[in-house]
């Protein structure tokens, strides 16, 4: 499976991106797909993930009721709205993926495959 990121940018505070995964090699719905960020100087630090079964989810505390991240099997691609967003959610954003799953997922699973990134910028 090989996942490519796109939609990052610079957003003012408070406004919106929607990240994209378009995933080749393989079709996404037997993943569970993983959003990560790393900022720099900082770990890298899990954001969400959406299971392989059943559209569960879980989100980071930091971006609970902010971020949405939701799939289109069909179209082979993951997404990660994010909306109200704050300086501190300026970082690169990786798309990432673990083969099953089911019907949960969890932040601390060992993802496998792992995008590029895709550099996400909020001015203060």
């Known amino acids: 499976l090989h996942v490519v990121e796109s939609g990052g940018g610079l957003v003012q505070v408070g406004g919106s991106l929607r990240l994209s995964c378009a995933a080749s090699?393989?079709?996404?719905?037997?993943?569970?797909i993983g959003w990560f960020r790393q900022a720099p100087g900082k770990e890298r630090e899990a954001v969400s993930c959406?299971?392989?079964?059943?559209?569960?989810?879980d989100y980071a505390d930091s971006v609970k009721g902010r971020f949405t991240i939701s799939r289109d099997n069909a179209k082979n691609t993951a997404y990660l709205q994010m909306n109200s967003l704050k300086p501190e959610d300026t970082a690169v954003y990786y798309c990432?993926?673990?083969?099953?799953?089911?019907?949960?997922?969890?932040?601390?699973?060992?993802?496998?495959?792992w995008g590029q990134g895709t550099q996400v910028t909020v001015p203060s």
């Open positions: 990432t993926a673990i083969i099953g799953g089911g019907y949960r997922c969890r932040l601390s699973w060992e993802y496998q495959y």
């Open positions: 090699g393989d079709t996404l719905d037997h993943y569970t």
């Open positions: 959406i299971a392989s079964s059943d559209g569960y989810t």
